[in-house]
T-cell receptor, first 111, second 115 residues
Framework: KQEVTQIPAALSVPEGENLVLNCSFT??????LQWFRQDPGKGLTSLLL?????REQTSGRLNASLDKSSGRSTLYIAASQPGDSATYLC??????????FGQGTTLQVKP | ETGVTQSPTHLIKTRGQQVTLRCSSQ?????VSWYQQALGQGPQFIFQ???????GRGNFPPRFSGLQFPNYSSELNVNALELDDSALYLC??????????????FGPGTRLTVL
């Protein structure tokens, strides 16, 4: 049974800092891993999708890496901005297309 | 191209009632998944529909049921509502079918409150 852990649970940083969010999962037999952003009370916005054959994906100031064998993924946010404040969720996907989510990391970027 | 839409936005029901939530998938997507997200938790998979057939179900009782229509839109039905059913219900669609190697796109959710 896939279990997903995200560390830290919460993070508060001043604007401009580079930061790393961590995601670990117990079952390495995944097809892909997605990172999402969720604003309070809202739906999920897909940030990055990494296929199991890939090591990393980049979009703007975001870079996600995947180490499937060790069951780890990281989301790197460069030059953080107050608008980055949200909860970030990772979700490995298996062969059924079902996503298993961690509890997320709640990020606050202070101006 | 329209994104995933859900209706209604908010809903208040009383214990024991029944509710139907609706989801329109993104254009060109044939797979719809439903998730329940309790406050402060990550979303939990309820079930998935692919070409009008249920394909995979999470750890939810039979009073949670669904449908997918020929246009790939979907409904989630919950019977005999319980207080613990209060949550944000999220719908996600993708184009890659049962072995989804494609991005899943989420709707804005329906906030259900059971009193």
């Amino acid at each position: 049974k896939q279990e997903v852990t995200q560390i830290p649970a919460a993070l508060s940083v001043p604007e401009g800092e580079n930061l790393v969010l961590n995601c670990s999962f117990t079952d390495s037999a995944i097809y892909n891993l997605q990172w999402f952003r969720q604003d309070p009370g809202k739906g999920l916005t897909s940030l990055l999708l990494i296929q199991s054959s890939q090591r990393e994906q980049t979009s703007g100031r975001l870079n996600a890496s995947l180490d499937k064998s060790s069951g780890r993924s990281t989301l790197y946010i460069a030059a953080s901005q107050p608008g980055d404040s949200a909860t970030y969720l990772c979700a490995p996907g298996g062969n059924t297309g079902k996503l298993i989510f961690g509890q997320g990391t709640t990020l606050q970027v202070k101006p | 191209e329209t994104g995933v839409t859900q209706s209604p936005t908010h809903l208040i029901k009383t214990r024991g009632q029944q509710v139907t939530l609706r989801c329109s998938s993104q254009s060109g997507h044939n797979t719809v998944s439903w998730y329940q997200q309790a406050l402060g938790q990550g979303p939990q998979f309820i079930f998935q529909y692919y070409r009008e057939e249920e394909n995979g179900r999470g750890n939810f009782p039979p009073r949670f049921s669904g449908l997918q229509f020929p246009n790939y839109s979907s409904e989630l039905n919950v019977n005999a509502l319980e207080l613990d059913d209060s949550a944000l219900y999220l719908c996600a669609s993708s184009a890659a079918g049962v072995r989804s190697t494609d991005t899943q796109y989420f709707g804005p959710g329906t906030r259900l409150t059971v009193l």
